[in-house]
């Protein structure tokens, strides 16, 4: 028999009561901390599955070289540790364009084919489809199932894979989108927290290989182009130029080289300085740059297989113009008048306007040539030769024109020789007054070339190459001293035999535009006067209307400073250059010399009215004339006639060794050893 339960005292009732409750709410504590440690063991376990992600992602990140190499690591990675459906990638281009780089990973590709298609080779302007909104805002965007049915710009191709859900997300470096990733999902995308972050943290180590991708190439960038110019350098321009040489058929033609120098350039620099210098550099190669691309876009529109060019920058103001591909000479030449047209608008160097012209040298590859090298050394034979004309232009390079050129270049080697072995000897051509007593007044130190087997050589057969050699002055360094010092040892017999200083006669000395344009020259001038002891009031130094083009200021500054020492200045060749009236009026010359083509054509009227307009200047602005080349008596009477009070040439005296030309003014018993 069963006992009964005794009925519990109310106090015995609350005790049970309490121990219940103490074991129910021990009961939910328990169950709480169990599921807490289950969250955390999941949390956890979730963190050191996403940092193992991260690390591989890391890993290849830090391994690849260059993003191509990585982005498809990167969607794989992704795309299976979110169960993702497919994953693909676009680069940004300027600043409203993602463009599909072809980048992206499926598990299944076959399944998926339809979507894999539809996205690649994609471009999606700002706004436009999931990786257009990414571009737009800055950041990501998702889709869910109903958008992707109704608005999704891809939708057939999802449907048909079975797509519920995408995302987009941006990659940055700085403030600045480089690259949009694009996911697709089978299921709905719930947890956006830890999508995002696995994404951005993912994002954020591929932004690194773009950084290292963008400094390599600019690294390889700056190693292959002109700093200032932006233009291929020399040793790009080698690269191409090789390559192309090396694709020639067995006839070796189709290549045509072209090599630039700018005229006038060194002027700009020493005129402005260089700062303006460089804008000109930075203005002629855009426009350059311009008229290439330009006469590119022309010939491919007639011809799909026509010529490609290469612009480079190998250093100072000289360019390279590499065409690929040419049919004949009509390429290069055309493209040749483009860059002269393009450069004869002035550039603007702050408030001033200043012209720059071109010598442009040719050379077209043919069977005679082994290497690219040859063609341009040729080319660049051509272009010395359009400089050497001094007022630029265009020369191709042919046979007769590289014989010459090495021929000057042998003379060239020569007048080395002579300057470093003493080969120069001066001699005097008198200048006289054209009256009636024809008084000796001066004379024209003439240099001449005492070569060891020619004999005698006289200017005409060696001063141009001086000055294309740049050796012009050196031997007119020369010059200048040797008759200083003759003219000194002169006047100093002449006084001692009792002359008035007013009857000494004085030197004319040629003065070279590269040697009167010399930074130095002003000083050397002057110790040559103190180391001779020459009266520089006797001295006349002669230049040419070049030397006032090239540099007005300089040239007014160098003149005042002579003749603030006494030193008179003659302006050589007038009327055959620029015989600009204002170079005249600013510039302090003291004497006109009268070309001698006008006074061999004096039978011409033309030719006496040029005459006479130029002893008319003169007389207005208070200079003397000295008219040169006069080689008969009846052109000396006319030109006397006309006014003209000084002249020189065969008729009154040709040019003579020292002792010959000095004796005509000694005295009979002091000739001797002149």
Known sequence: MKAEAL???????ATVERLERLVQREREGRLQAEAIAERGLRELYESQVRLALLQRITDCANRSNNFSEAIGEVLKEICEHMNWAFGTAYRVEGEARAVSCDAWYTAEPARLFPLVEATRERTFHSGEGLPGRVLRDSHPHWIDEGELATSFCRRVAAASCGIRSACGFPVMIADEIVCVLEFFARTAMIDKDAILLTVTQASTQLARVIERERARAALLHDALHDSMTGLPNRTLLDERSRAAFDRLPESRSGLAV?????????????????HAGDIVLIETARRF??????????QRRTSPTGWHGTLARVGGDEFVVVLDGVRGPAPAMDLAGALIDTLKAP?????ELVNVGLSIGIAHSGPGYTTVEQLRQDADLAMYEAKSGGHGGVVTFSESLGNERRYRM?????????IREKQFTLFYQPIFALGEDRQLRGFEALIRWNHPR???????????AAEAGGLIVFIGDWVLRQACNATARLHKRLTARGLAASKLPYISINIAPQQFLQPTFSAHVQRVLLETGVLPELVRLEVTEGVAIIDPDQTRQVLEQVRSWGVKTSLDDFGTGYSSLSYLQNLPFDTLKIDRSFIASMDDPKSRKIIRAILDLASNLNLSVVAEGI????????LREMGCAYGQGFHLGRPLDEASAFALVLPESDRTGA
């Open 7 to 13: 009925p519990l005292t109310p106090d015995a009732a």
């Open 258 to 274: 072209m090599v630039i120098d700018l005229d006038g350039f060194k002027a700009i620099n020493d005129k402005y300085g260089h």
């Open 289 to 298: 740059d311009q008229a290439l691309t330009a006469s590119m876009d022309n």
């Open 347 to 351: 550039i603007r160097i702050d408030e």
């Open 410 to 418: 042998a003379l060239e080697n020569e007048l080395r020789d002579a």
């Open 454 to 464: 020619s004999g005698l050589v006289e200017p005409g057969g060696f001063i141009p």
């Open 631 to 638: 080689e008969t008596m009846e052109q000396g009477a006319l």
